[in-house]
């Protein structure tokens, strides 16, 4: 990578915008549909859930292309501010799914565990 601006014109055309893209949602759900333990393998069944009831691809995409921009900000919010103590963030993205605080690494049903303990903490 280059300059911030660099940076930050890739992550908005290969993260942000490229969430625009319809074509893959079909993919995402025979995938789901045949690699059932992957992780996230439940959001097929999420994308037909909601194709079922009116909603479109190009909702989903703007959906997808919203939920993108807040976790690249996020991320690069994070990376300032707590930071990382030995600024070491080379290749940190191979330890992502690992940071899956259910322990299954984003695969079907970490969603809802996460918010069954979320909500019992809640008052």
Do not use: C
Not at 12 to 31: E, M, P
């Amino acid at each position: 990578m280059g300059t911030r601006k660099e940076l930050l014109d890739y992550l908005w055309s290969s993260v942000i915008n490229s969430s625009l893209d319809t074509s893959g949602l079909r993919d995402k759900v025979a995938r789901s549909e045949s690699r059932t333990d992957d992780p996230f393998a439940d959001t097929g069944a999420a994308i037909k859930r909601i194709l079922a009831v009116g909603g479109t691809s190009e909702d989903i995409a703007l959906i997808q292309r919203a939920a993108a921009y807040e976790a690249v900000f996020e991320t690069l919010y994070a990376l300032g501010d707590p930071g990382v103590d030995d600024d070491n963030v080379f290749m940190l993205h191979e330890e992502l799914l690992t940071a899956d605080p259910s322990g299954l690494d984003g695969r079907p049903v970490s969603a809802q565990l996460w918010k069954a303990a979320n909500e019992e903490e809640a008052p």
